[in-house]
């Protein structure tokens, strides 16, 4: 029975290789599969929650829920800009970093682990947040 199903697809196969279009349509689905990635990418969201309990991260399209990283295992946080290319090796989950777009972000600074960059679009509201908790590096000077 499944000898009967490949050959009728071979069949199926070389039959669009006898239609003079076939050339068009091998060319257009890859297209269309760029096109269609290109826009999956560009819905993806990065998520980001700040309150009195911790950081909470969810990747849309990646977690199907928030990643919680409690107050409690992070020292403190700064608001700086980076190079996400340089970095971390592009945008995207990498290791140490979440990034979805822009070159400011988070720097968490753990107590048990390596830092973790999480990219945002909104660093004043990020520094304000932080402030507010208690929880951004003060600088030095």
């Not at 239609?19 to 890859?30: A, G, K, R």
């Not at 599969?33 to 980001?48: E, G, S």
């Not at 700086?80 to 070159?103: E, F, L, Q």
Request: glycine share 10%.
């Amino acid at each position: 029975m499944a000898l009967a199903g490949g050959g009728s697809a071979i069949a199926m196969i070389v039959g669009y290789m006898r239609d003079p279009s076939f050339p068009f349509m091998i060319t257009l689905l890859p297209l269309f599969l760029m096109v269609a990635l290109f826009f999956w990418f560009w819905k993806a969201a990065l998520i980001t929650k700040l309150d009195e309990a911790g950081i909470y991260i969810k990747f849309t399209y990646f977690h199907k829920d928030f990643k919680f990283y409690p107050w409690s295992t992070i020292r403190h946080c700064e608001v700086k800009k980076y190079n996400p290319t340089m970095d971390y090796g592009g945008w995207g989950i990498k290791p140490g970093a979440y990034n979805v777009s822009g070159n400011m972000g988070m720097l968490v600074r753990f107590t048990y682990r390596d830092s973790l960059m999480i990219g945002t679009n909104r660093p004043d509201d990020l520094r304000r947040t932080l402030t507010s908790l208690g929880k951004l590096k003060q600088d030095a000077s």
